[in-house]
T-cell receptor
Framework: DARVTQTPRHKVTEMGQEVTMRCQPI?????VFWYRQTMMQGLELLAY????????DSGMPKDRFSAEMPDATLATLKIQPSEPRDSAVYFC?????????????FGPGTRLTVL | AQKITQTQPGMFVQEKEAVTLDCTYD???????LFWYKQPSSGEMIFLIY??????QNATEGRYSLNFQKARKSANLVISASQLGDSAMYFC?????????????FGTGTKLQVIP
């Protein structure tokens, strides 16, 4: 059963610390998305990649957030320095354009708490 | 203007009854896709059903069906024979464009509670 995996599942850190979240997309999927979910803002797209190249990162605060895909099996989202307002659930999703459903499949999320 | 509107913040349904969750969308692109996702209290986002803008028939997946009314720009989710495990948040989403461009916009969600 192919799934998107994310680590860590939970992260508690102090303001100012660096946070790195990792995602392993479903094997063969060439598009990876990072979303942030909060009660106030709902689900927001932060960035997405196609074939490891960033296509859209307009939803991401550039001064502290960065997203990369070092290889086809790993996507990372970094926050440096972290702030309390970054507390949220961060989801990674993967997909494969051209499939009839064009569906994104989500990972379980990383729940980040910044104190 | 909101691209995806879910007007029902919360709903209740009796177990074994059918329920309809509303979703309207706004796009000028002739090619788009509509999705529904379920988010139980455990937090994961589970894909339920997809409808393409050119699909002639309404999508169905088991107890889920999508009532697609293109002229009205609505894509309501119908859950038949509700079960206690259906209690969750439900999100409607839309992908605009074709050619592999997959940026998706999500609605604010509807919280469904199934009553025994």
């Amino acid at each position: 059963d192919a799934r998107v995996t994310q680590t860590p599942r939970h992260k508690v850190t102090e303001m100012g610390q660096e946070v790195t979240m990792r995602c392993q997309p479903i094997l063969g999927h060439n598009t990876v998305f990072w979303y942030r979910q909060t009660m106030m803002q709902g689900l927001e797209l932060l960035a997405y990649f196609r074939n490891r190249a960033p296509l859209d990162d307009s939803g991401m605060p550039k001064d502290r957030f960065s997203a990369e895909m070092p290889d086809a099996t790993l996507a990372t989202l970094k926050i440096q320095p972290s702030e309390p307002r970054d507390s949220a659930v961060y989801f990674c999703a993967s997909g494969l354009p051209g499939l009839s459903t064009d569906t994104q499949y989500f990972g379980p999320g990383t729940r980040l708490t910044v104190l | 203007a909101q691209k995806i509107t879910q007007t029902q913040p919360g709903m209740f349904v009796q177990e074994k009854e059918a329920v309809t969750l509303d979703c309207t969308y706004d796009t000028s692109d002739p090619s788009y896709g509509l999705f529904w996702y379920k988010q139980p209290s455990s937090g994961e986002m589970i894909f339920l059903i997809y409808q393409g803008s050119y699909d002639q028939q309404n999508a169905t997946e088991g107890r889920y069906s999508l009532n697609f009314q293109k002229a009205r720009k609505s894509a309501n989710l119908v859950i038949s024979a509700s079960q206690l495990g259906d209690s969750a948040m439900y999100f409607c989403a839309m992908r605009e464009g074709s050619g592999g461009y997959q940026k998706v916009t999500f609605g604010t969600g509807t919280k469904l509670q199934v009553i025994p």
